[in-house]
């Protein structure tokens, strides 16, 4: 099987290092697909589902905050803003997250605070959805 290095890095943890044998990531313009020796590049992540497989075949899937990915020589370092488990996901905490971006929203704010409520409600919307696809059972 064809597999290439994956390290995935959010800013407060390192949450894997190993061999992949295909990597999916949320972008603008929809999901990315890497496979082992794929041309080198960079891409722009944003908030949302991403979903790995390690060279022994178990499927990941995972919530990322905004950030990057990196293929470089049959290598790929994702690095994100934050990166978990559905499972560990708090559908309480992300629902209120969620409703204090909305309010956030509504109200008079710069350019700077707007783009940052922007990214919240992204943030908890993605969480949000992950959680209740993968908690329901």
Known sequence: MNTFGLSIIASDKDFYHGRGS????????????????HSDMMIAVVPGEMRFVTEDGENH???VGGGFAQVINNRVTVLTASV??????????AKEAEERAEEQLRQKQSMQEY????ASLARA?????????YNQG
């Not at 990597?23 to 990315?32: C, I």
């Not at 919307?125 to 696809?133: C, I």
């Open 22 to 37: 295909s990597l999916v990531l949320p972008t603008l313009d929809g999901e990315f697909a890497i496979l082992a020796h």
């Open 125 to 133: 919307m993605s969480r949000l959805k992950a959680g209740q696809k």
């Open 84 to 93: 978990e488990k559905p499972e560990e996901i708090d559908l309480k905490r």
């Open 115 to 118: 783009y940052v409520s922007k």
């Open 61 to 63: 899937v995972v919530v």
